[in-house]
């Protein structure tokens, strides 16, 4: 019998061969039709964001019914949230106004669990794992409860419900056995008949998330502009900034929490109202919050279609949106971080058939890299699992394209923004060919210090060229080319994406896939094939910054 180690060398090696081939076949026309001269400076850090930059969401829905939080202990959704690190995960949403803590109430698994193995009695890495079999019938579950949570958004009418300290507790065994860092949204609609924030309850579930010494950041409500149309209850941004100090005191009291950090007023994109609610939030409230949080959404998912996916004016609007919140900020609360508290691409749930698929794609990486560019220090990514369909992890928890695309962001890219431009091509196509640039991921150890990645978007249906400038023309680059499974447009509907030209796909639910790039040698120009996205590591860029 052969060596099998051999046939994989093989094989890693012709696939090597035909990529390469496939990757020069289209150069001689592309660099006549498509090619567009790029600049780069290596010598200073324009911007330097959060190392947890690219985080993560759970909606707050997911607790609407507790059974449901058990899909918090599947193996393969731990391994999937694992790889994200290190992020925040904030736990928080619409839901989070509507929901009471009310400890020791009855709960779905108690029946079919064992004292010694429920996760507040133990440490829960080690005790608690979801069995296949019940992780298969709440996932059969969890596919009719999204439809009814469908429904209560549609009607804009929320249900009132309770949740127990074991609900608190698998949520936590999450964040901790995954080592996520946990940012918990409080109800804030909890109000006095002077329409004061009532802190009963919020002061309930903090002594007794400190009794079990969990350590955790906090918010206060979710886009408080809506909550006239969810509740009907207006509160201004004074009277918020006001409970928010309240808040902010009562943490103070805990020997465990009172360092910890608060977040908000996670208020949606700025327009009118919304601005003069955040406007008095932070003159009387400023001082309670670590970062000023915010919401963004591109589209209305109801009526987007796939070509605001691919629209650079589409995507060109979140420089605006973040530019008005940043002056409101920089205004009134100096030095103030400024994160998106919530954001994916299409609100009302995401958009069917798109959010979801390999298209959504250019706006999350747009997104990345805008953000971090314009000088937002943290991007959560709404949702990583939970109802909807912007998910990152699909209801059968399993891997969607962006949740790829995220995870060779965390892998590739380090926090220091560099410059980068197209300096030539005609206006449609600096349009059309989007690009930035960071230090590359310092704790990567496959990469040399000085190492750059680029990553770069092609919105077009041709190929383009990227030409490197002479500073980095002796390096090779490592190539991580993104494209739909499916070829045509008709595939960037598609739920698998490919990386250079192999569809990923877990190994097992506890085992990610090797991520290879395809190396270039120095001198190479970067092809960019229609409607993909690619990171490129200049491994030998010599950025003295890096």
């Known amino acids: 019998m052969g060596n099998p180690r051999s046939g994989n060398r ?15 076949s289209f150069l001689v026309s592309a660099v006549v039709l498509n090619s567009l001269n790029v600049d780069m400076d290596l010598s200073h850090v324009a911007r330097r964001v959060d190392e ?87 996932k059969r579950d969890w596919a009719v409860q999204v439809l009814l949570l469908w429904q209560e958004d549609v009607r804009g009418k929320y249900e009132q419900i309770t949740f127990s300290e074991y609900a608190v507790d698998l949520l936590y065994s999450f964040v901790n056995c995954s080592g996520l860092e946990l940012i918990f949204g409080l109800n ?44 009907g209850i207006r509160v201004n941004g004074s009277q918020l900034g006001e409970d928010f100090l309240h808040l902010r005191k009562i943490l103070q009291k805990s020997e465990l929490y009172s360092s910890s950090h608060v977040y908000g007023p996670d208020i949606g994109q700025p ?17 309670a919050i670590d970062a000023c949080t915010w919401h963004h959404y ?59 698929t390999f298209v959504a794609g250019f706006m999350w990486l747009d997104k990345l890299g805008l953000a971090a560019k314009l000088g937002l220090d943290v991007v959560m990514r709404q949702v990583l699992i939970g109802s909807g369909t912007y998910h990152l992890v699909d209801n059968n928890l399993d ?68 030409k490197l400038p002479e500073i980095v023309s002796n390096s090779t680059v490592e190539v991580f080319v993104l494209q739909a499974a499916e070829p045509g447009e008709d595939g960037l509907r598609s739920r698998f994406v490919k990386l250079n030209g192999d569809v990923l796909k ?31 590591v200049l491994k030998q860029a010599a950025a003295p910054v890096c």
């Open 10 to 24: 093989f094989r890693v090696f012709a696939h090597f061969v035909t990529f390469s081939v496939l990757f020069k």
């Open 399 to 466: 891997p969607l394209p962006d949740y790829w695309l995220s995870l060779l962001y965390k892998r590739l890219v380090g926090p220091e923004v560099l410059t980068v431009q197209v300096q030539s091509g005609s206006r449609s196509q600096k349009q059309l060919l989007r690009v930035y640039l960071h230090c590359t991921n310092k704790a990567s150890s496959s990469y040399r210090k000085g190492a750059v990645t680029l990553f770069a978007l092609n919105l077009s249906k041709k190929q383009m060229v990227i």
């Open 506 to 536: 877990m190994v097992d639910e506890r085992t990610l896939p090797t991520l290879r790039g395809a190396e270039l040698p120095p001198g190479e120009h970067l092809q960019l094939p229609a409607l993909s996205f690619a990171f490129c």
């Open 271 to 287: 327009r009118d109202h919304r601005k003069d609610l955040l406007t008095g939030f932070l003159e009387s409230g400023a001082k």
């Open 188 to 231: 804030a609609l909890l109000r006095t008949p002077d329409n004061v924030w009532n802190s009963q309850n919020a002061e309930l579930l903090i002594n007794y998330c400190e009794r079990q010494q969990y350590r955790m950041s906090w918010e206060l409500g979710n886009e408080p502009n809506s909550y006239e149309k969810k509740a």
């Open 52 to 138: 947890r930059f690219l985080s993560v969401t759970i909606d707050a829905s997911l607790m609407a019914e507790e059974k449901f939080m058990y899909l918090l202990g599947s193996p393969k959704l731990r391994t999937l949230a694992k790889a994200l690190t290190p992020a925040f995960l904030r736990f928080g949403g619409t839901k989070q106004d509507f929901m009471k803590f009310k400890p020791q109430s009855e709960y779905y698994i108690k029946k079919r669990y064992s004292g010694d193995s429920l996760p507040h009695l133990g440490p829960a890495c080690d005790k608690f794992e979801l069995p296949p079999l019940l992780e298969e019938e709440l």
């Open 298 to 356: 591109y589209v209305n998912g109801r009526d987007a279609s796939l070509e605001d996916f691919l629209d650079p004016k589409v995507l060109d609007m979140l420089a605006v949106k973040t530019d008005e919140v940043l002056k409101i900020v920089n205004s009134l609360s100096p030095g103030k971080k400024v994160w998106l508290g919530e954001t994916s691409s299409a609100y009302g749930g995401g958009a069917v058939g798109l959010s979801d």
